[in-house]
């Protein structure tokens, strides 16, 4: 088990350190960190209990009932946990409600809350490995992804939003003499977060930390596939000593999020998953008019011009294209490239992606692993075959091989796709890549645009003016020129269309945790003059 560690690390891992500005620590050796850390996970985590995190306790299901989460590299099982129906998720809104209205949490001054968040980072950073590991079992994201990718950028999320509650303040206006005005901006109380498998831990703190920095409570319910992580996330909080009640994690399916975003007492829902989930959110919030940020799915694309440096396009396009099996909701699933440069180009791609190493996730070497489950699998699969069926064509990138076992796709470029065709229009959420082909820049625009997403897109020239063009005109929530899937904690981030609305990461998504109000102070003892 030990030698599995001691593996190089590879470009990659340098290029996302590098992408996320994220340094090592001089004094933890990481091979050894990692390997003891792995050997109590493999103890701590097969078949092992877990629960839902309510009131500051790990509890069971009402009912006690369960469900399996399956390590989709094996399709072995890893545990078993408890799977929240209505009572499950009334008793844990309760605990955030009670913590909200007369808990510690709301009596904090904003610095202490700050400190406590801190904390969290800093457990975050102890533990990093192990979570890291953690989700490269239960998600097949593998393990160089987590380590060097999601794990440094969630410390940071604690980190940044840390020192937001004693910076932001409300507002004076300039008003009549006799008036005072000002306006305050408070927490909307119990937020609900619901969220998808993709990126377990750092889906989770995303939504986590800019609700607390606000200084609400939450009920979370990470995704059915990929529960481990988001509990552990339940249980640093209480260790970092966020008082009981104001973290609460519910572990299950549809059902219990669509319980989640109708229960009478939410206060708030930030939702993060499919444009198909994110429609029936908004109605269960209609019913009561409840603020609702929705981060949803894409179909975003790589734009390449002839004139930019095409070993960089290419890396970005491998990386978008590819990274996660494809599984982001920001992948690169659509190649827009000249039509002068199209061949060189997919030559040098196609090299790249057949060199990909397909395998375990929990491997320091492997760059791509499982999709999430058989539902994913069986998903992708088909989207293949609509592809072919639609006269696309299955560009060669070497012999496909795979493990036999697991959720395993093999990356795939399509060829010859044209803007109608389901494989250029829909989200595939998988290793596919389908490429189309533009002379213009007017038409490398309007095929940008050309679907009902709008969540990010990469563009690759060298020409700056033309890059600030595209920038203006694509009309997507995030661009980025001449890198691809950069994120920075303190960056708004969120989608136009159908891929959204309201902001993740920076002050803006403070904001949507957050509610105005406003206070006119009569300075004077004049009276009100109206009526008789
Ligand atoms: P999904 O919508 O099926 O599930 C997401 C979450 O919603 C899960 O926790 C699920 O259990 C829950 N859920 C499902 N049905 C529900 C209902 N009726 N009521 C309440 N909750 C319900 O999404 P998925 O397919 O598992 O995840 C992938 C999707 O997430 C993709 O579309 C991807 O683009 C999107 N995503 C978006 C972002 C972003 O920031 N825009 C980030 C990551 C993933």
């Known amino acids: ?31 050894l960190a990692l390997s003891s850390s792995f050997e109590a996970l493999c103890i701590n985590v097969m078949m092992k209990q877990v629960g839902h995190i309510v009131d500051g306790k790990e509890v069971d299901s009402v009912t006690g009932k369960k469900f399996v989460t399956v390590n989709p590299a094996t399709e072995e ?10 009572e499950d998720v009334d008793r844990a809104v309760r605990s955030a409600r009670r913590a909200f209205d007369e808990g510690p949490w709301t009596r904090m001054s904003p610095w202490e809350r700050g400190k406590l968040l801190q904390h969290v980072a800093e457990i975050i950073q102890r533990r990093s490995d192990e979570l890291a590991l953690l989700d490269a079992l239960d998600c097949g994201k593998p393990l160089k992804d987590n380590k060097y990718g999601d794990l440094p950028l969630c410390v940071r999320i604690f980190d940044y939003y840390a020192g937001v509650p004693d910076k932001v303040a409300g507002k004076v206006f300039p008003s009549e003499q006799s008036l005072f005005n000002y306006s305050l901006r408070e927490p909307y109380g119990v937020v609900a977060g619901i969220v998808p498998w993709n990126y377990p831990f750092l889906n989770s703190c995303i939504k986590l930390a800019p609700a607390l920095a606000a200084g609400n409570t939450m009920v979370l319910k990470m995704a059915e596939q990929t529960p481990l992580s988001t509990v552990e996330l339940g249980r640093i909080c209480l260790e970092a000593g966020i008082p009981p009640g104001v973290v609460n994690i519910v572990n299950g399916g549809p059902e219990t999020g669509a319980a989640l975003a109708s229960h ?3 206060d708030k829902i930030s939702f993060t998953g499919s444009t198909e989930t994110g ?9 009561r008019i409840v603020p609702t940020t929705l981060e949803l799915g894409g179909k975003s694309p790589s734009v390449v011009f002839a004139d930019a440096d095409q070993d960089q396009a290419v890396a970005g396009v491998l990386f978008s294209g590819f990274f996660n099996a494809g599984q982001i909701c920001t992948t690169g699933s659509r190649l827009l490239i000249e039509h002068s440069i199209v061949d060189p180009f997919l030559e040098k791609l196609a090299k790249r992606t057949a060199a990909l190493r397909i395998g375990d996730p929990t491997s320091e070497e492997t760059d791509l692993g499982p999709l999430v489950d058989n539902v994913q699998y069986e998903r992708v699969k088909k989207y ?16 496909g091989s795979k493990p036999s076992r697991g959720y395993f796709v093999s990356p795939l470029i399509f060829t010859q796709v044209t803007p109608s065709m389901r494989i250029a229009q ?8 389908s490429v189309l082909t533009f002379r213009e820049e007017s038409e490398a625009i309007a095929l940008a645009n050309s679907v009902a997403y709008g969540l990010a897109a990469s563009v690759w020239t060298r020409d700056l003016g033309r890059g600030l063009r595209m920038a203006k005109a694509i009309q997507a929530g995030m661009i980025w020129t001449n890198t691809v899937e950069y994120w920075e904690p303190s960056v708004p981030y969120g989608g136009q269309k159908r891929s959204g609305l309201g902001e993740d990461f920076g002050l803006e998504a403070f904001h949507t945790y957050t509610k105005a109000k406003s206070v006119f102070v009569n300075l004077t003892n004049s009276k009100l003059v109206w009526g008789p």
Request: hydrophobic share 45%; charged share 20%.
């Open 77 to 86: 099982p890893l545990a078993e946990v408890a799977e929240a129906g209505f």
């Open 279 to 287: 429609k029936k959110i908004l109605h269960a919030a209609a019913e």
């Open 426 to 433: 829909e989200e595939i959420f998988g290793p596919v890549l």
């Open 384 to 399: 293949i075959e609509v592809g072919q069926s639609e006269g696309a064509y299955r560009y060669f990138v070497g012999d």
């Open 264 to 266: 009478p007492l939410i």
């Open 1 to 31: 088990m030990r030698s599995r560690f001691h593996l190089s690390v590879t470009r990659l891992f340098t290029n996302i350190s590098h992408r996320l500005h994220w340094s090592r620590s001089s004094a933890v050796d990481p091979v």
